[in-house]
């Protein structure tokens, strides 16, 4: 693969977007639930944020029914 570096006027523009559509949130989790929830995204090759956001996306659609 090759690695093309990011503009820094590509920056700033993630940057603004980023501040403009997306709110940050912390997560404190037992340890024991970190260490399945890694295991589980490694194994499947899955980010740990796609995997929270898709879980959230289902309940949020379930429980709205």
């Known amino acids: ?3 093309i ?3 820094e006027a590509k920056k ?3 940057k603004k977007w980023d501040k403009n559509n997306l709110k940050r949130l912390s997560l404190a ?3 024991e639930t970190f260490n399945k ?3 589980f995204c490694k ?3 899955v980010s ?3 995997f929270i956001k898709s879980a959230i996306d289902e309940k949020l659609e379930r429980d709205e029914k």
């Open 1 to 3: 693969m090759i690695y």
């Open 5 to 7: 570096p990011v503009s």
């Open 12 to 14: 700033r523009a993630n």
């Open 29 to 31: 989790i037992p340890i």
């Open 37 to 39: 929830l890694d295991l």
């Open 43 to 45: 194994n499947t090759k």
């Open 48 to 50: 740990k944020n796609s």
